[in-house]
């Protein structure tokens, strides 16, 4: 049995790297009285993860992570241990009760929602978006895992929208093709002709496909 749980990462902690939240949630998991199951070997470990890991500096109110229980459980217990076991900066907001044969969160994951704020006056890059939308290539150097690569980005953008203090998007965020909201705001500031404003990223959304093909938030799927 699995629960993956949606969680999310508030402003306190958004300095706190990746892997720190990792040992935070084996540590958690230890506090609970759930029975997790662990890896075989020299070195057993719960077997957690993550549907994603969560840029420095960022926050989020739809982070999701997956355990193996050695021991089936409620869904309500379940959500009651780890509640009690995280501080109020990593509120528990959801879990569902899976099989071990569920596909794995990172394998169905394909977009993300972001709302970004910026500093400053939004005008030139809200322009910049409208001309960033007509164009079918913009180039820009993404980091892959052999280096830096000049790519298109414009099909890893789903959905581009004005806010009053910024804006939202939707990009993909896939093993092979991932756009990274602070990439999108430097390409539309360089775009602009201006420098790159003071950002803040808050992750909304992690989304897969149904079988219909229709985008539909993870934990659902």
């Known amino acids: 049995m699995r629960v993956l749980y949606r969680f999310a990462k508030k402003e306190r902690l958004r300095f706190v790297s ?9 540590r958690a998991l230890n506090r609970t009285s759930l029975k997790i199951a662990y890896s075989n070997g020299f070195n057993p470990h719960p077997i957690l993860s993550f549907a994603s890991a969560l840029a420095i ?7 999701l992570f997956d355990i193996k229980l050695a021991e089936p459980v409620s869904r309500n217990v379940a959500m009651e241990e780890m509640e009690r076991a995280l501080p109020p900066d990593l509120p528990i907001l959801d879990a569902r009760l899976v099989e071990d044969k569920h596909p794995a969160l990172m394998g169905q994951l394909v977009m993300a929602d972001y709302a970004i704020r910026l500093a400053g006056d939004v005008a030139p890059i809200h322009a910049a978006m409208e001309e960033y939308w007509a164009q079918d290539v913009v180039l820009a150097m993404r980091k892959t895992k052999s280096g830096e690569k000049q790519t298109n980005i414009r099909p890893m953008s789903i959905l581009l929208e004005k806010e009053p203090t910024g804006l939202y998007a939707r990009l993909m965020l896939t093993e092979r093709e991932t756009l990274k909201p602070d990439l999108l705001v430097a390409t539309l500031a360089k775009m602009a002709g201006v420098e790159l404003p003071q950002t803040r990223i808050h992750r909304l959304l ?3 496909m ?8 993870l934990l659902e799927l």
Do not use: I, K, N, V
């Open 18 to 26: 990746h892997l720190d939240l990792q040992r935070f949630m084996q």
């Open 206 to 208: 992690l989304l897969g």
């Open 57 to 63: 500096g960022w926050t989020s109110e739809y982070e």
């Open 210 to 217: 149904d079988a219909s093909g229709s985008p539909t938030p």
